[in-house]
């Protein structure tokens, strides 16, 4: 199975800067099917990018996702309070579908 | 609007059984497949199952395959996990998703906790 493997574990920046996560995979993901989720406490995870780099509907612009093969990266360009929570990279190209460990992020 | 409220969870002794259901609003449901995902402290988001559209095809995590069945009911709008012969590993909150692979739709998910 496709394994992923998020960093930093945990991210602590003030409203305004720029958050910049990591996900790498130990094969080559398939058609670039990668998603991101942003995770709340009491919530279900909220879908953000598909396709590695494809926002979402109604998705800030704010939220960008890049990259390719093994090697991707989700970037929130202005953080807000509201930013706060667990992100995750799934990979869906390939069964079984599979998630990294998550990125926390807080707000300072 | 998509909703998906899930129910069944609760605290469950180590070898006992479990029915989860997920109600589904806001869609037709009978068009879309449909997947149960948790999440553990320790090993975060997990995937467990997916079903097609109208059940014929169901797919497992490797290692839940022959103690959890996933099910549907197209009529009803639900969506269902029995958990068999349950263990304390299998504690987490569990989710129901819309689709295959891509899951654009969750639920608040249900907290499922075995212990004796």
């Known amino acids: 199975e496709v394994v992923l493997t998020q960093s930093p574990g945990t991210q602590s920046l003030s409203p305004g800067e720029r958050a910049t996560l990591s996900c790498r995979a130990n094969?080559?993901?398939?058609?670039?099917?990668l998603a991101w989720y942003q995770h709340k406490p009491g919530q279900g995870p909220r879908l953000l990018i598909s396709?590695?780099?494809t926002r979402a509907t109604g998705i800030p612009d704010r939220f960008s996702g890049s990259g390719s093969g093994t090697d991707f990266t989700l970037t929130i360009s202005s953080l807000e309070t509201e930013d706060l929570g667990v992100y995750y990279c799934?990979?869906?190209?390939?069964?079984?579908?599979?998630f990294g460990q998550g990125t926390r992020l807080e707000i300072k | 609007e998509v909703q998906l409220v899930e129910s069944g969870g609760g605290l469950v002794q180590p070898g006992e059984s479990l029915r989860l259901s997920c109600a589904a609003s806001?869609?037709?449901?009978?068009?879309?497949?449909m997947s149960w995902v948790r999440r553990t402290p320790g090993k975060g988001l997990e995937w467990v199952a997916n079903?097609?559209?109208?059940?014929?095809?169901?797919y497992y995590v490797h290692s839940e395959k022959g103690r959890f069945t996933i099910s549907r009911d197209n009529a009803r709008n639900s969506l269902f996990l029995q958990m068999n012969t349950v263990r304390a590993e299998d504690t987490a909150v569990y989710y129901c998703?819309?689709?295959?692979?891509?899951?654009?739709?969750w639920g608040q998910g249900t907290l499922v906790t075995v212990s004796s």
């Open positions: 998703a819309r689709d295959a692979k891509l899951l654009r739709y």
């Open positions: 806001g869609f037709t449901f009978s068009n879309f497949w």
């Open positions: 079903i097609n559209k109208d059940g014929s095809e169901k």
């Open positions: 094969e080559s993901i398939s058609n670039n099917y």
């Open positions: 396709g590695a780099s």
């Open positions: 799934q990979q869906y190209g390939s069964l079984p579908i599979t």
